[in-house]
């Protein structure tokens, strides 16, 4: 950390943030400057905590140099980490993944079309929420734990990998027991009791980029599941709040190279989300595969004009199958001019 | 609710929208114009889902007319809502209220002192938290039933009412025990179930505005509280998260007054959290006083300095009471003002 | 344009409402609703202008339907404007155009360096500015004069068509001697006299999306040129500003697709200036091909290590033929896989 | 400016960058840490360019300790700026200033009234657009020439100070002879060739704060006026662009005590174009002056049903002088309060 001084600070304020670094076991190291004084802090192993330091007199900035993650950063584990979603396997340097399925399960007949239509189109995993968050208390939440026992049957028939999004720790066993992979919504991103109890259910967790996070915080929200003994996490970008509303959100895409160098865990996007629009999906899977995300996540849904949610931005099969046959295509070429 | 047609749309297409509209069981009315046709919906009593519609071809825009929030909202309800914290009375045409003490507890001492500190300044309320959210796992993560007995023994002795934060729903029914009104985190303001439960926890919720959320989302959770019994609910305004980012959030104190026309429940300002800077409390506290908030939150510590967390944005017991004394002053000005 | 009433909204309220609209030449059209009642505005060609009627008491919202852009739009011209930089054409359903150069114009050696290394990787188009507008006042400012003539030289040596920016109207009879197309910058985009005069200049314009512009205003801008009587107008996406602070900008790519069925003008992506890195820029180009873009504008530099400006976002000559060939076959597959 | 290594960067990597340090006339000085090194610049007296330094290999992040603002600063000018427009002095530690008036001159009778309005209700500086930017190239533009003469008749009647807004360098001569002080709109904040050329009109300037400017951007704007010889500036807060839509921008207000800080320059507030609605100025006016800003700036016009422009958003005169009686308490209030 380096503590940067007002520059009328005086001495002995400097002498009290110096002697404050040495009783934290720390070593001051003063670089003085034409219009004020900072001071190193040297010594630390890991992030460390401003608070002891703001309070005293005189500091104009704290400026972190060490950041609040590690197990998830790739300066401490260079190798990438292979997510295994039942057997399909999600990392950097490998085949994109396609997820796909209908943003809630509504029934077995939904279901089962949904399921057959992602496993002809050569989608891996299949998605599909059996509880749902929803911001108005009176839209339909989901078919609970009759939903579960619908994605059990649709993979026990296709043999696709299932993921699904928990919303309370009380569901984590019961949940566990049908999905390869758990997701925590946007919503959650920081239920931080939510992620520890994740650290510990023997699964994979998919774990979307909250609405507003910025990149420290998603990744010191993986960095609670990967410090709780789980390093199986998948990064998903989902689209962000900015201050443009004629479409739903703003798909940040530009984070996919930048977490690549950064972070040794996998990350997918989720166009379906990001833009609320099936038609926008298709361009946007594309850009997806051509930035070099390790996959996506798109709705698909037999008949979505008949959805109870999100049916605009859900994909028939038809048009889903014609999508996977091109990222195909792309893929082949990506994977041939790749270093 | 009003669809607004493509340019191009069909008579196909309106004719599709229109039958749509009948099978849920409300009347068509389409609206011709220059360029394009709108279809408005007539004879719904609540918030149309707009799902059955917006996937139909030819449609350009879905427009709400009616909100999703109906239980918090004053055209259903003018009459101010009272919110009852112990004695203390919150609410639109009441004197503002001050709710002080530490951002979390620490020791017995130390809440004691920011107990007696609170009291002896005129503040009505206690606050201090037993259970911490914090983004990195690393952090003091609160005392948790040790603080709990804390805040119970310093309510005991001063006579403050007392607020908490809860963050299970496995917390409720303890929590509850304990604390006069219980608080939601801005990280949890759509953490639904835990909404749904405290509408029966039978005590006061103090809802605080997530870091992203609109004016319509921090309503549609409020409205999930009070649509499950519970019409105590307080709103906290604690700042947004924006592009700007030389201070921790920006504070928006023009919600107030647009609020104060939109729902009857109660709107307080907690500047401690907005600005994260002590020296910058007592302007924003005077500026929450003179919109007409209901009442602040502020955070008070007994040696600020030595604060386990938030420590910098903590006021000093002599510094809180000379801004007490300052909005006393303040209050009787404007409510000899008040038409 | 829809005006919803309020929801206490007195029958005198309505009329007023509505006799305002007849005094405009337009038709009242009341549309009642269980909670509110909604009076639509029929009979007008263009955008409504609200002030007259947002003033009348009573009213709780005003609804554009129409939007402020109308010669920009598809709705007025549905086949794609072919925007012509000398003989180089930019357009929907073309295939995308390479433009490229140095940030600045800096010296002769390196602005013939660099435009030899664009023309000899297959670029069409050098970028390179003259004036630059710079958030510091102490920061290097362009060349100038002495830098069009630069450019005027490289496009007589390469046959490059060549774009640079004008910052001032008196600027604009000069540059168009020497430049094919004339950019404006983000900062400039709603500088309407800049606008108005680029509308009778007689050359297209390349017109950056500002760092907070919506849509619908970078759309209106855009209408500003076409309607001062010059349809070659280029839109250019450049990344918008968000909470985000990792990485420069965030690039919107998500636009792209959805301009593309609103507008008939052009839309390029610059990834340069969005991220802000060098080594962001080929999967971010990349993304902006398979995303559909009518094109990209990057940043090439001789010697990019001692840029006068934007350096670490310049890519080297060896950098830019390699990206140039990925895009090159890129662009075979996505154009066989078209519609 | 601390450069700060990558974890992985070698020594030939940190060995290139103090050269270049040194090269630039500057002192590196190496900082060890745990998991990376840094390595602090010193010798510089004012900004560090970070081009130079920030394209060499190894280098994680750049940070930047002196601010690009320097003149405009406190630590080298720590008095308070008084600015003068007219007679009336605006400056900390002065009572605050009310500036009012119609958003434009539409005749001569309405800006008389408004101007005697302003008058009668203690206001002490007229201010009306007599060139206006609009969004959309079809809205009122204002009156031009003819504004700038009425604007000198209500001046040369009422004894009113004028500020009126100039938005192209070949206005501000003719603009400096009618008007007092010379207002920069939010959309021209960062036209630098504009700040430049006002820093020579030996008029004082009121610079409106960018829809999506950081302070330190905001900062930089100002520096370049100063920087050419014109320390009369006033800054404006006047809502910034953020996710929220409700209202029409988001009033700031939290930077005012922030700036009071940082700079010698006066800041007031514009209540009226930041919320958009005339019943919300009041509740945010008493919050500008409780939150201590130098003043406000608030619309007023004789008839605002009928104003050609942000009528919504217009006080109408009774409005405004009880709004200017309230403030006048409110003043004396804090006055008596002050340290």
Redesign the interface.
């Known amino acids: 950390m ?1 503590i ?1 001084m007002e ?2 600070a005086t001495q002995a304020q400097i002498d009290a943030v110096a002697a404050r670094i040495r009783e934290l076991g720390y070593e001051p ?1 003063p ?6 004084v ?1 001071i ?1 802090v ?6 460390v ?1 401003e ?2 330091f ?3 007199a005189g500091i104009q900035e704290l ?1 972190h ?2 950041k ?1 993650y590690k197990l998830a950063s790739r ?2 584990h260079p190798e990438d980490t292979v997510v295994r979603i039942g057997t399909v396997e999600v990392a950097w340097h490998r085949p994109p993944v396609i997820i796909a399925g209908p943003c809630a399960v509504e029934s077995r007949e939904q279901t089962l079309a949904a399921a057959r239509a992602v496993k002809a189109a050569g989608g891996r995993v299949l998605r599909g929420g059996a509880f749902k ?7 339909f939440q989901g078919l609970g734990e009759e939903g579960l026992e619908i994605l059990a049957e649709a993979r026990a028939e296709t043999g696709l990998a299932v993921v699904t999004e928990v ?4 569901q984590i066993e019961r949940v566990a027991e049908v999905a390869d992979c758990l997701q925590v919504g946007a ?2 991103m ?4 939510l992620l ?1 109890a994740l650290g510990e259910a023997g699964r994979p967790v998919l774990l979307k980029r909250g ?2 996070a ?4 998603w990744l ?1 929200a993986a ?2 599941i990967v ?2 003994g789980n390093d199986q996490v998948i990064l998903c970008e989902r ?9 739903r959100n ?9 977490l690549r ?1 950064v972070t040794h865990l996998p990350v997918i996007v989720d ?1 379906s989300h ?2 609320g629009r099936r ?2 999906v298709p ?2 899977a ?7 995300a390790c996959g996506i996540m798109v709705e698909v849904h037999p008949d ?9 931005q859900s994909m028939d099969p038809e048009g889903f199958a014609a999508l996977c046959a ?1 990222l195909d ?2 893929g082949a ?2 994977d041939a ?1 790749a270093p």
Do not use: K
């Not at 040297?42 to 992030?47: S, W």
């Not at 910025?214 to 915080?217: M, Q």
């Not at 689209?239 to 479409?247: D, H, P, S, V, Y």
């Not at 594309?286 to 070099?292: P, T």
């Open positions: 380096l940067v520059h009328h190291l670089i003085p400057g034409a219009n004020r900072a190193g040297l010594g630390n192993r890991g992030y905590d608070e002891p703001r309070d005293l400026i140099v060490t609040p300066d401490f968050p929803r911001t108005s208390p009176h839209s919303m309370r720790i009380d919503r959650n920081q239920n931080f009791d520890r609405l507003s910025t990149l420290e915080e010191a960095e609670y410090a709780s689209g962000i709040r900015t201050f443009e509303r004629a479409l703003t798909l940040d895409l530009g984070v996919v190279p930048w160098q166009p990001a833009l038609d926008l361009p946007l594309r850009a997806a595969w051509a930035v070099g979505p004009a008949r959805a109870l949610s999100d049916g605009p091109e295509r792309l070429l990506l001019a």
